[in-house]
């Protein structure tokens, strides 16, 4: 079983429309859970950390369940800017080493 | 403010041959991470170094060996080339003791013919 698992879609969504993404992870002492996005052929950039109670910032929400090692990231009246991979990333407990998912590219369609 | 900055962009090399890539860290960073990104997958950790040690390493062959130098840069080298070496190669810095503010750099473009 993967560490991080997430659906590499390709999602492709309309202008305006939302988006959600779903990622797991198995080990549960993970102590730190992250959204990255990355354009095409560029590095990886942090778009939010996650947290138990949910955090939002503008038209993004992201949201983590422990119990079910869950993360999600929702996308709002998703622009054509949205367009790119999204990857869910967990920060081990008690090591610094960075574990990525696969991604879930994602296609916004004018 | 500087973020990270890695050297060369790209690079294309022979089957067997040898490799450098070059990490400059983010003003302020003092850990370097190197992670290893095959087309269409998530980056792969490869090691990490701190005060000039390699602290932890992922699942990858001793070909790919690494160095810390006192000002914190760093470098990885791969030996003996092969043709699934072909990745996208990521430095990230960030500050030790610290879970948060990874910077990744570009990135190097490697491509094994």
């Known amino acids: 079983r993967k560490e991080v698992e997430q659906d590499p879609g390709p999602f492709n969504v309309p202008e305006g429309a939302t988006v959600a993404f779903n990622c797991t992870y198995s080990n549960s002492a993970s102590q730190s859970f992250f959204w990255y996005r990355q354009d095409c052929r560029k590095e990886p950039k942090l778009l939010m950390s996650?947290?138990?109670s949910g955090n939002e910032d503008g038209r993004f929400t992201a949201q983590l369940n422990r119990a079910s090692q869950y993360i999600s990231l929702l996308i709002r009246d998703s622009k054509l800017s949205d367009s790119a991979t999204y990857l869910c990333v967990v920060l081990g407990f008690g090591n610094e080493k960075l574990t990525f998912g696969t991604g879930t590219r994602l296609t916004i369609i004018p | 403010d500087a973020g990270v900055t890695q050297s060369p962009t790209h690079l294309i090399k022979t089957r067997g041959q040898q490799v450098t890539l070059r990490c400059s860290p983010k003003s302020g960073h003092d850990t370097v991470s190197w992670y290893q990104q095959a087309l269409g997958q998530g980056p792969q950790f490869i090691f990490q170094y701190y005060e000039e040690e390699e602290r932890q390493r992922g699942n990858f062959p001793d070909r790919f060996s690494g160095h810390q130098f006192p000002n914190y840069s760093s470098e990885l080298n791969v030996n003996a080339l092969l043709l699934g070496d072909s990745a996208l190669y990521l430095c990230?810095?960030?500050?030790?003791?610290?879970?948060?503010?990874?910077?990744f750099g570009s990135g190097t473009r490697l491509t094994v013919v």
């Open positions: 990230a810095s960030s500050w030790a003791g610290v879970g948060y503010g990874y910077t």
């Open positions: 996650v947290y138990s």
